[in-house]
């Protein structure tokens, strides 16, 4: 085997951002610090004016203006204000399409990308097509221009990974960017910031996070050493995620919640995912279904779809989760429903009429055909989709 660590440096868990923030900017020697922040986040709460406060006069520029999935054009309007202020330090606080959207900038800084035409071809399309600077590592010398601190207030563990998720929003369908360092240089995860973040999106990216894990733990390139890290997550995700949804300001849980995240993101861009991932891109960029929603619907279907030749894998993943008596499906669905969350694609505003389009797109994406038990054509997906309903 061979394990890639990637240029994360730090994590710090259960302190408040206020903080180690301006510790760690101290650290990394930076001066002037560009955020990026969710619009609720950076409006209606009396904890983003103290965070600015902290940071005092190095808090140099503000962009609160992402769109869901990360739309390529809100990318592109943002590179053009960090560009005007000459950053050297991106601070992302917020969910997956926030710390997302500070990758692909800088991703774009570090290449000197200057034009939509110049992104675009360092992109991977979800039908599988590529831009001519795909994955050409060579391109990246030496460290990023510029590097990122994440400060998230979910739970989808896009800070975990070298890879950038960008919505096309001309045909609703996402574009895939990845280097040698993208992913933050340092995490902070505060939980009280956290109890900010609405119930509904905290316990979905939670489930998006526990998808990591699970079809981590199935993917046919899983070794001893994640599986270690998958199951501990699975354990930490089915202890942790009841307590919070029973009292919100249960700190200590939502640092488990946290920690779980960490657990189950090990091996992001290490092993390859399955069909509730690759569905899941699809429904997020056709059918504008949240990323955390997605997994909470497609994980219980495809673990069903799946269950055939992968019994112990299975049995193992329903221990974790405390039901030694049910199927994992059952299992990761019976968690799903406990915290209030939909289990189906019908719950989620997915149009049957929409189901052989999503099909259809889903079967040419590169993670679904990396699915462990094989998908080769359209009409299987269908099958799935049909469970999920």
């Not at 986040?41 to 406060?53: P, Q, V, Y």
């Not at 109890?195 to 990591?212: C, K, Q, V, Y």
């Not at 960029?285 to 997994?295: I, L, Q």
């Not at 008596?325 to 289990?343: F, H, I």
Request: with cysteine; glycine share 6%.
């Amino acid at each position: 085997m061979e394990f890639n660590y990637s240029a994360l440096e730090t994590v710090v868990v259960g302190k408040s951002v206020n903080a180690e923030l301006p510790r760690l900017a101290d650290k990394l020697e930076a001066n002037r610090i560009f955020l990026f922040a969710s619009n609720s986040l950076s409006r209606a709460t009396n904890s983003f004016a103290e965070l600015r406060d902290s940071l005092d006069e190095r808090c140099i520029g503000l962009f609160d203006q992402i769109g869901a999935h990360t739309p390529r054009e809100d990318v592109l309007t943002a590179l053009a204000s960090v560009k005007e202020s000459d950053a050297d330090l991106l601070v992302a606080l917020g969910g997956g399409s926030i710390i997302d959207a500070a990758k692909a900038v800088q991703l774009a800084l570090d290449q000197d990308v200057k034009t939509e035409d110049d992104l675009l071809e360092y992109a991977q399309h979800s039908d599988g097509s590529r831009g001519s600077k795909w994955g050409d590592f060579s391109l990246f010398t030496g460290g990023s221009k510029i590097r990122q601190i994440a400060v998230p207030t979910t739970l989808s563990g896009a800070e975990y990974s070298n890879n950038a998720g960008v919505l096309n929003s001309k045909n609703s369908a996402k574009e895939g960017y990845r280097g040698i360092d993208l992913c933050p240089q340092c995490i902070v995860y505060d939980p009280q910031l956290a109890t900010h973040t609405p119930e509904w999106l905290w316990l979905s990216t939670a489930i998006r996070s526990l998808d990591h894990a699970i079809e981590g733990f199935c993917s046919n390139e899983t070794t001893p050493f994640l599986d270690a890290h998958f199951i501990e997550a699975m354990k930490l995700f089915a202890d942790s995620l009841p307590k919070v949804k029973t009292d919100s300001e249960n700190l200590e849980a939502r640092a488990e919640n946290f920690q779980a995240v960490w657990l189950a993101c090990c091996g992001l861009g290490t092993v390859s995912h399955g069909a509730s991932h690759g569905i899941g891109y699809i429904l997020g960029s056709y059918c504008s279904v949240p990323h955390g929603h997605t997994s909470c619907v497609m994980l219980p279907a495809v673990l069903q779809w799946n269950s055939n030749g992968f019994s112990q894998r299975q049995k193992n993943i329903s221990d974790a989760l405390g039901k030694p008596n049910l199927s994992a499906s059952d299992a990761v669905k019976d968690l799903v429903s406990s915290l209030g969350l939909p289990t189906s694609l019908q719950e989620v505003g997915v149009k049957e009429e929409h189901l052989d389009e999503i099909a259809a797109r889903a079967i040419k994406h590169p993670v679904v055909r990396r699915n462990p038990r094989s998908l080769t054509d359209a009409a299987q997906v269908r099958e799935i989709l049909q469970l999920a309903w």
